[in-house]
């Protein structure tokens, strides 16, 4: 019996979702690295391979419930189980604004990828996720989820005009909260990281964080003990408030 652990990190191929998967490969685990582009995720698994790290591609279009269907099936049939899950996969789409300004069809696509996505990818590889006993859910949310601190009229959160993004973020938070809920006692923990704005496509190249730092937080409830929390949102100077 393979004793490795498995983890799965959707959006794999670049920033933040590439880092997770390289710090969980640095921690000794087998990472799938999932993406939407099947072209893209290979150069990032050649390069992750390259630096000697067990990494291995998964096609995989959050969006696309045959495809996620597909790669549960593969998981399923190579390794049996899976000992993490992290749901990194996201958009903030053009024409993302404020709520007085927000197009339909972009709230729709930002929620399809993640919230409706997100959800569904969880159901899809959760039987594999019992089958590890005690296995870890991390999904990627953001301080711009925060009622507390966007509310704030001084909190630089509430000049941010993103109103799909932070929604859809929000909702994450919830499915974090009643997911950890409903898995109590089955020894699934499931939380929710902000990785702050980092260097990336999503963040800015020009943010202050790099996606190594921003990754290290999921990393870190990647692996909790059996008696870490769950159902919580955490930043990496600790929880953030709601």
């Not at 992750?48 to 593969?74: I, K, Y």
């Not at 966007?150 to 499915?175: E, H, I, P, Q």
Request: proline letters at 2%.
């Amino acid at each position: 019996m393979n004793t490795t652990k498995i983890a799965l990190v959707t959006g794999a191929n670049k920033g933040i979702g590439k880092e997770i998967a390289r710090q969980l490969g640095q921690a000794g685990f087998t990472v799938l690295a999932a993406a939407r582009d099947q072209e893209r995720g290979q150069l990032a698994v050649k390069e992750l391979v390259a630096e000697g790290l067990d990494v291995v591609g998964v096609q995989l279009d959050v969006t696309d419930q045959a495809s996620v269907r597909a790669a549960a099936g593969w998981v399923a049939a190579e390794y049996g189980r899976l000992d993490v899950l992290v749901n990194n996969a996201a958009i903030i789409p053009a024409g993302d604004t404020a709520v007085s300004e927000v197009e339909a069809d972009v709230l729709r696509s930002t929620f399809e990828t993640n919230v409706i996505g997100l959800v569904g990818v969880t159901q899809a590889f959760l039987p594999l996720l019992r089958n590890a006993g005690e296995a870890r859910i991390v999904n990627l949310s953001s301080a711009l989820a925060s009622f507390a601190l966007v509310g704030d009229r001084w909190s630089r959160m509430s000049t941010v005009l993103l109103f799909a993004y932070n929604a859809s973020k929000a909702a994450v938070n919830m499915a974090t909260v009643m997911l950890a809920n409903e898995l109590r006692g089955t020894g699934i923990l499931v939380n929710a990281a902000d990785p702050g704005q980092c260097a990336t496509d999503m963040g800015g190249l020009d943010s202050p964080r790099t996606a190594a730092e921003g990754a290290a937080v999921a990393v870190r409830l990647a692996t909790l003990d059996a008696d870490g929390p769950t159902g919580h949102v955490y930043a990496e100077d600790g929880r953030l408030p709601w």
